[in-house]
């Protein structure tokens, strides 16, 4: 079982990588960029390997690693992928390649140091989906908030010290809950291991834990997972730091960060306390939706192109969990209906997806900045006629951002939209109504910035994106084409894992119950 | 055959592709000759398919092509149904397609006029349109040879990413961006009902594979949908109508038509492809595909007949008040494929389809021969500035006058037939509102002549009314620019009576569209049919050919005799009814109502939730005002922390006293 450490791997290449590259230093200029350059490909490298060795048909954990850590308090060093984070970590490797390459000759001041942010930031972020010792995961979860800490602080923009204070704060406060919700369960289960490594052992997802308990815990780790989402009404702080944030910061912000809390419902709070999340879906649904169309209004009305983006990008995130908790809604109608693995498969797929769009989305704003200093739409206007290479890039992913069959944004939007109907048609109405405002809000962007006649001098002076800036878009509008073209691949490595956990969550883990979680308790 | 399908659907994606990123290095000529070739490929396979079908018996052919995804039991597949239904729609397509991309040699040859010099999204624009246009024609066969809901979906959405894109082709003028836009997002509206019927064909069907939901929808013919509490809707009427929404975008129909005659902003050759011959067609064409769900809901049948005639009728009855020579066919197309929609709802979707074939012709070489008259009018669209251009462009009058004969439904030109048949259907059916239907459409066959014959004479007859400058260089446009007018004027004279037999009353369609017994109005008119002649003879004694002819007269009464004499009289007659004129010339207040309820309610939602929701309320009261609400109470205990000796000692003494108090009373 111990075989070679993969994960170990991909969590400490680039680490060891950051301080390589720390240690390199600014006084030859390109040593650091270049290092950091080859630290992100080899990780992406070897991350593909967690891709070809993976066995797409059990559900167990693979490549699994387990060493003691802590002894006194049972803390391992505990890792594993699944088909739900194994993805998610390659995602995070090939986007971490194209933040180091955008951030070429953008950064001058002290460029080792922001390549290096990035390349721990990617060790920890993996470390977080691989992580299955809950201590290991609390540390990587926190540990990653220091570097994207530092890289809004130190390379953000004007305002930047109220946009890190309120990301750290908002952030804090939902996991130092979650951390009371960890202990907790180590003291009912005596160990910190989320999944057991054998079967039969105890572990968090083989707790049965009474409804009380259960509610409790799931509202700690909603406070965590959904400041991280973010969803509505806890979203604040993402335009703010977005908008502070560099280029390179938004990108892994919006395309991983976010991420990681609809991966934390999926790891904790569904099969540690799922009779709670069936008697509470209705509550995580309720601001899903509202993420959808009152973040679709309000995203509408921007004059920040970054806060456009980062709006969009909760609008988007509320697809993610919307699938994700229309499950027990479809559990209680006729089983004929579908199972509720297309929603959760759905609400993944949306995951990597609008880790690319959102990613390219973010890089796209970043061209026009680093020429003309402002994110103001008013201050574009008929970018094509200057940048017409560029402006069919963001084109192109801006009718991914709304969703266009054929791009990654519809695979996700349209399996949600496919299994909120089964769970009510009332969710689904709610749900496409993101076809009309994702559109409304994405193209209108676009007319005024790209289309049109040129609005200024400055505008009529751009320069079109240069090679490295074409090859990090048209990498990720690949990725974006394939995606939506073929989405097989991606949802097959899922399926077995998803299945099994749907299987998990329909059983109630209430102490003594025997039935379907659903019929327990709702209130 | 599955390589002939293939090779009909990726020659033209392949000839885009090269187009499009290697338009540069290719230049002009390569980029027409690839995608004419990719496009002339499509269109001699597609009439080999019809070929076999006719002649040799052809089996419809139905496989999948590659596996799109597995979800939840449901496979999602990328798939081929060709039957008659397919084979007809392919070769329509690509014929008209192919039409175009030749027309579009001679009419974007200029195409440098129109960007501004220093502007670099102009540079290899002629290659980028034969790009659209050519990925345009993928999208298009894509949409008509999919056997199943998801591919269409795919098609449906991807024939609007190019009508976008081409609408606003011009992107550096303001009306052209804001056309596309507005073209999106009301497709959007429709798309919205598109997608929850398919989610709620998957629900149901579990399945989106067209041959096993027709298969399995008499048994689902009576299921309810819970909506509210106890309250529930038929499903297959639920299903009809939300995908019936989708097609109202894409097909412009009341009242999602306001982006069609805004469309009219890109170049013409699209004008003539994608909206007036094809892509507005794909919501006819879908209906068509779905009718055994449709049969199986009358409330749907009538929802969509009423919605067809009211798009046929009000919508003719604006092109009268049109000054704008595309624009006055643009609200001829929308009233046509109203009379294509009522045919759907008498459950004569042969004679829908019938008519959209024949209407894609006729239309096509409408738009084409008008963007001739426009390339010899220097751009002017304004037939008020044009008049007697019949001397001096020949080729494009006779034609225009043959699309225009066709349109109005002259006996024995393909639209008389389909048109015909439309009418009497409606006049046949049962269904609830076919008596509304029947009225309307037999009035808008002489708004059709009237406007159409207005058209005619104000631009190709009386006086010469443009510039001098304009005047001494009007001449007949290039070869490459009327041999296609004269290519489609031919099937818009002869394909009716060709084809009026097996389509209408054969069995050409028998595999693909279903028909119940009780709405078989087709069926019913076959029983009186005795071939092509008796049909046009005995369209001579029928209300619309009068109808037609007297709106014919009028036109040339007013606008040809009168206007000749005195080009001010429709000036005159308009101010005789002024409100009738304002009410048509502001289109029934379509576009200000939505600019200000939607558009701008939109807005104002927004900014409501974001300064109220976002700004005051989660940030001001709860983020920061928590924040605010620790720091002061934080500056209010910090006073307690002095740092004087004898503060504190006071506090610890009173402190002691007040314990030894507790204690000493409990």
Redesign the interface.
Known sequence: MQSFPLLSLTIWLPIIGGIAVLGSGDKAPGVSKWLALAFAVITFLVSLGLWTGFDAGTAAMQFVERSPWIETFDVYYYLGVDGISMPLIILTTFVTIFVIIAGWEVIQYKPSHYMAAFLIMEGLMVGVFSALDAILFYVFWEAMLIPMFIVIGVWGGPNRVYATIKFFLFTFFGSVFMLVALIYMYFQAGTFEIVASQPGLPSFHGLRLGKTEQILIFIAFLLAFAVKVPMWPVHTWLPDAHVEAPTGGSVILAAIMLKIGGYGFLRFSLPIAPDASAALDWLIIVMSLIAVVYIGFVALVQQDMKKLIAYSSIAHMGFVTLGFFIVFTILTKDTATGSGVLGISGGMVQMVSHGFISGALFLCVGVLYDRLHSREISAYGGVVNTMPLFGAFMVFFAMANAGLPGTSGFVGEFMVILASFQADFWYAFLAATTLILGAAYTLWMVKRVIFGPVANDKVAALKDANGRELFVLGSLAAAVLVLGIWPAPLVEVMDVTIQNLVQQIAVSKLPGAVGPTVAAVRF | MANIYLTIVLAPLIGAIVAGFFGARIGRAGAHWMTILGVGISTLLSLYVVKRFVFDGQEVFNEPV?????????SFQIGFLVDKLTALMIAVVSFVSLMVHIYTIGYMADDEHNW?K??????NGYQRFFSYISLFTFSMLMLVMSNNFLQL??G???VG?VSY?LI?FW??R?SA??AN?KA??VN??G??GF??G???V???F?SLDYLTVFGKAPELADTE???FGDSSWNLMTTICVLLFIGAMGKSAQVPLHVWLPDSMEGPTPISALIHAATMVTAGIFMVARMSPLYELSETALSFVMVIGATTAFFMGLIGLAQNDIKRVVAYSTLSQLGYMTAALGASAYAAGIFHLMTHAFFKALLFLAAGSVIIAMHHDQDIRNMGGIRKYMPYTWITFLIGTLALIGFPGFSGFFSKDAIIEAVHASQVAGSGYAWVLLTIGVFITALYSFRLYFIVFHGKERMDEHTRHHLHETPAVVWVPLVLLAIPSVVIGWITIEPVLFGDWFKDAIQVAPEHDVLAHLGEHYHGQWAFVLHGLTGAPFWLALAGFGVAALVFWHWFTKDPRIEEKLRNKVAWLYQVLDRKYGFDEFYQRFFAAG??G???A??AG??RAV??GV??DGS?RTVGRFAQLVRKLQTGRLYNYAIAMILGLVVLQAIFVIF
Do not use: C, H, K, N
């Not at chain 2, 590659?66 to 449901?74: E, N, P, Q, S």
């Not at chain 2, 220093?118 to 540079?123: D, H, P, T, V, Y």
């Open positions: 590659y596996t799109w995804m597995v979800a939840d039991g449901i501004p220093e502007s670099l999204a102009g540079r979906f795919f449906w959405e991807a990413l894109l606003g992107s550096v303001e961006i804001f836009l999106f997002l959007r509206v798309d919205f997608i929850l398919i989610a709620a998957a629900m149901y579990q949908l819970q909506i939109s807005r939602i927004g900014r939730l974001w929701g976002d989660i940030d709860l983020v924040a």
